[in-house]
C-alpha cells in the first residue's frame, strides 16, 4: 500500500460533482480572466483573513513580488527575512530588486529568531517579510513592534499558512500586507496556480490590481509600468468551492498531527513544537532526527514516501552565492537543513494509513 507525503485524489473524488458544476459554469459565462468568481474569491478570502481587501494574481511568488513593488521596496532596499524557507520567499524578493537580508530561525520552531532582526537592521533596511512555515505563525507582536520603532514595512509570507493564528488573528491580518499561494498541495490549494494579496491599505490594493496588469486602472492604458499576474476564473470558483471546508480541512490536519504527537512521543523524533499563542494549521508535520536520511530510505523500501522541507538553505544555494553568505553564518538553519523531514499529512489521509507510518517509525527510532 503506497504512502504519499501528499495527495489529492480522494479528496477530489468527494468534490468532483461541485468543482465540475464550477468548473463548466465558468466555461458557459463566456467570461474566463477576472469576472466575477475573481471578486467574489477576492472578497470571501480576504474575509475569512479579517482583512479588507484581496487581490488575486498568478500565484504565490507574484503575490510577495507584487506586494513589495506595490510599497516601492527595490533597488538598494532590503529585506529582512530567512533562508529556511522556500525559494520564492527569496525569489521575490530579488527580482523587485531588493536584496534579502537573513536572519536565522528558532531551533524549535524553524520560524525567524524575532530577537536577531535588530542586529539586521540598517539605513537601506525598508522590510520584514516574516515566513508563517509549515502552518504556524511568527511571533508577529514583536515583529510589528520592531517594524514601528524602525519605520519599516512588514509583508508576510503566508503561502504554507492560511487559517494558522496567533494570539487568536489569522495569518495575513498582522501586517501591511500578506502573500498567499493557492498551488494544489496549499492547505487551501487550487488544481493549477494561484496567489492573493491580502491588505488592510486601500491605496497599496488599488495599485496591486494596476500593477497586476500591466499598470492598466480603467481603460487599456498603462498609468505605470506593470505586470502580468491574475488569478483566473477557474481556479477563483475552485477555490470559492472549497473555501467553506478550509477550517474542516484544518481540524483534521490539527487531528493527524495529535496522533503523530501522541504515537511518536516515546521514539527518538523530534517533533514539531508549537509556539507560544499560536494555533499551528499543519500545512506539514516536520520532525527531525540526525539519521534522517536512512529513515527516509527505510520507509521508502516500505513503499512509505516522505518529503524534506527543506534540504538546502537558500543563503548556501549557488543562486544566491552572490548575496555573500558562506558556510556558519546561520547555524542553525544549516543543521535544521541535516536532519529536517516531513510526514504524511493531508485531510483525507485515513488512520489506518497514518498507523501504518507511525507503525515504521517506531521500529526504526
Same mark, same amino acid.
Given at each position: 500500500?503506497?504512502?504519499?507525503?501528499?495527495e489529492?485524489?480522494?479528496?477530489y473524488?468527494? $468534490?468532483?460533482?461541485e468543482?465540475?458544476?464550477?468548473?463548466?459554469?465558468?466555461?458557459?459565462?463566456?467570461?474566463?480572466?477576472?469576472?466575477?468568481?475573481?471578486?467574489?474569491?477576492?472578497?470571501?478570502?480576504?474575509?475569512?483573513?479579517?482583512?479588507?481587501?484581496?487581490?488575486?494574481?498568478?500565484?504565490?511568488?507574484?503575490?510577495?513580488?507584487?506586494?513589495?513593488?506595490?510599497?516601492? &521596496?527595490?533597488?538598494?532596499?532590503?529585506?529582512?527575512?530567512?533562508?529556511?524557507?522556500?525559494?520564492?520567499?527569496?525569489?521575490?524578493?530579488?527580482?523587485?530588486?531588493?536584496?534579502?537580508?537573513?536572519?536565522?530561525? +528558532?531551533?524549535?520552531?524553524?520560524?525567524?529568531?524575532?530577537e536577531?532582526?535588530? @542586529?539586521? &537592521?540598517?539605513?537601506?533596511?525598508?522590510?520584514?517579510?516574516?515566513?508563517?512555515?509549515?502552518?504556524?505563525?511568527?511571533?508577529?507582536?514583536?515583529?510589528?513592534?520592531?517594524?514601528?520603532? /524602525?519605520?519599516?514595512?512588514?509583508?508576510?509570507?503566508?503561502?504554507?499558512?492560511?487559517?494558522?493564528?496567533?494570539?487568536?488573528?489569522? #495569518?495575513?491580518?498582522?501586517?501591511?500586507? #500578506?502573500?498567499?499561494?493557492? /498551488?494544489?498541495?496549499?492547505?487551501?490549494?487550487?488544481?493549477?496556480?494561484?496567489g492573493?494579496?491580502?491588505?488592510?491599505?486601500?491605496?497599496? #490594493?488599488?495599485?496591486?490590481?494596476?500593477?497586476?496588469?500591466?499598470?492598466? +486602472?480603467?481603460?487599456?492604458?498603462?498609468e505605470?509600468?506593470?505586470?502580468?499576474?491574475? !488569478?483566473?476564473?477557474?481556479?477563483?470558483?475552485?477555490?470559492? @468551492? @472549497?473555501?467553506?471546508? !478550509?477550517?474542516?480541512?484544518i481540524?483534521?490536519?490539527?487531528?493527524?498531527?495529535?496522533?503523530?504527537d501522541? /504515537?511518536?512521543? $516515546?521514539?527518538?523524533?523530534?517533533?514539531?513544537?508549537?509556539?507560544?499563542?499560536?494555533?499551528?494549521a499543519?500545512?506539514? /508535520?516536520?520532525?527531525?532526527?540526525? +539519521?534522517?536520511?536512512?529513515?527516509?530510505?527505510?520507509?521508502?523500501?516500505?513503499?512509505?514516501?516522505?518529503?524534506?522541507?527543506?534540504?538546502?538553505?537558500?543563503?548556501?544555494?549557488?543562486?544566491?552565492?552572490?548575496?555573500?553568505?558562506?558556510?556558519?553564518d546561520?547555524?542553525?538553519?544549516?543543521?535544521?537543513?541535516? +536532519?529536517?523531514?516531513?510526514?504524511?499529512?493531508?485531510?483525507?489521509?485515513?488512520?489506518?494509513?497514518?498507523?501504518?507510518?507511525?507503525?515504521?517509525?517506531?521500529e526504526?527510532?
Open positions: 500500500m503506497k504512502i504519499s507525503v501528499w489529492y485524489l480522494a479528496e473524488e468527494f $468534490e468532483r460533482e468543482l465540475i458544476r464550477a468548473v463548466d459554469d465558468v466555461f458557459r459565462s463566456g467570461r474566463l480572466i477576472l469576472d466575477k468568481n475573481v471578486a467574489n474569491f477576492e472578497a470571501e478570502f480576504s474575509g475569512f483573513c479579517g482583512v479588507k481587501h484581496g487581490i488575486g494574481v498568478a500565484n504565490g511568488t507574484d503575490a510577495l513580488f507584487l506586494a513589495l513593488k506595490a510599497f516601492g &521596496i527595490g533597488s538598494n532596499d532590503e529585506v529582512v527575512t530567512v533562508a529556511n524557507t522556500a525559494i520564492p520567499t527569496v525569489s521575490a524578493i530579488v527580482s523587485a530588486g531588493a536584496k534579502p537580508r537573513f536572519v536565522d530561525v +528558532e531551533p524549535s520552531t524553524f520560524l525567524i529568531s524575532v536577531k532582526i535588530e @542586529k539586521t &537592521i540598517n539605513k537601506n533596511t525598508r522590510c520584514i517579510l516574516p515566513v508563517h512555515l509549515y502552518g504556524q505563525c511568527v511571533h508577529m507582536d514583536e515583529i510589528q513592534r520592531i517594524a514601528d520603532q /524602525y519605520g519599516l514595512i512588514v509583508i508576510e509570507d503566508c503561502a504554507q499558512a492560511h487559517g494558522a493564528r496567533y494570539h487568536s488573528r489569522r #495569518a495575513g491580518s498582522m501586517s501591511d500586507a #500578506a502573500a498567499f499561494s493557492f /498551488y494544489p498541495t496549499k492547505i487551501l490549494g487550487t488544481y493549477g496556480d494561484g492573493m494579496v491580502v491588505t488592510d491599505n486601500t491605496e497599496v #490594493a488599488a495599485r496591486l490590481r494596476r500593477l497586476r496588469s500591466y499598470g492598466v +486602472e480603467k481603460r487599456y492604458c498603462a505605470e509600468h506593470g505586470y502580468n499576474s491574475r !488569478l483566473d476564473e477557474l481556479h477563483a470558483a475552485i477555490l470559492r @468551492k @472549497k473555501l467553506p471546508r !478550509l477550517n474542516s480541512y481540524e483534521k490536519r490539527r487531528l493527524l498531527a495529535r496522533r503523530y501522541d /504515537y511518536l512521543d $516515546e521514539t527518538s523524533l523530534i517533533l514539531p513544537a508549537v509556539a507560544t499563542n499560536s494555533e499551528h499543519y500545512y506539514l /508535520y516536520v520532525c527531525r532526527h540526525p +539519521e534522517r536520511d536512512r529513515i527516509i530510505s527505510e520507509l521508502r523500501k516500505q513503499e512509505i514516501f516522505l518529503n524534506t522541507s527543506y534540504r538546502w538553505p537558500i543563503h548556501l544555494m549557488e543562486g544566491y552565492k552572490h548575496l555573500g553568505y558562506k558556510i556558519g546561520l547555524p542553525n538553519t544549516e543543521r535544521i537543513c541535516r +536532519e529536517v523531514f516531513s510526514l504524511p499529512m493531508f485531510p483525507t489521509l485515513s488512520f489506518e494509513r497514518q498507523d501504518t507510518v507511525i507503525r515504521a517509525l517506531q526504526l527510532c
